[in-house]
C-alpha cells in the first residue's frame, strides 16, 4: 500500500448536501477498492485562478489514503466520468527521510 493524496474541485453550483454525497461517494469507492486510512478535508469555496468550464470559484477536497494504484484508476475514473467534479490531481507525496527532518529542525 501506496500512501496518496487527492484534491479535487467540485462545481460551486452544488448545495452543501450533494457536496457531501459527493465527498461520500468518493470516499466509498476508495474503500471498495482497498484503501485505508482516508481523511478527508473539506477546504471550502475558494476564488479560481482562472475560469475551468466557465466557473469563477470552486469547492476544494483534499483526501490523504493508503491505496493500490488500481483504486485510484477507478476513482479518477468516476471523477472524469461525472458532473460534479471541475477537476482533479492524484500525486504521491515524497517522504521525508528521518535525517532530513532532524536537519530541518535544526536549522529552525
Known amino acids: 500500500m501506496t500512501t496518496y493524496e487527492t484534491i479535487y474541485i467540485l462545481r460551486p453550483d452544488l448545495g452543501e448536501e450533494l457536496v457531501d454525497q459527493a465527498?461520500?461517494?468518493?470516499?466509498?469507492?476508495?474503500?471498495?477498492?482497498?484503501?485505508?486510512?482516508?481523511e478527508v478535508q473539506h477546504r471550502g469555496r475558494r476564488r479560481l485562478a482562472y475560469d475551468i468550464r466557465k466557473f469563477r470559484e470552486g469547492?476544494?477536497?483534499?483526501m490523504n489514503y493508503e491505496a493500490a494504484g488500481t483504486a485510484i484508476s477507478v476513482m479518477e475514473r468516476a471523477m472524469r466520468?461525472?458532473?460534479?467534479?471541475?477537476?482533479y490531481l492524484t500525486i504521491k507525496p515524497e517522504e521525508i527521510a528521518p535525517a532530513e527532518e532532524e536537519a530541518t529542525a535544526e536549522a529552525v
Do not use: S, W
Open 81 to 87: 466520468i461525472g458532473e460534479d467534479v471541475i477537476r
Open 59 to 62: 469547492i476544494y477536497v483534499q
Open 23 to 38: 465527498i461520500a461517494k468518493y470516499q466509498t469507492l476508495l474503500k471498495d477498492q482497498g484503501a485505508e486510512n482516508i
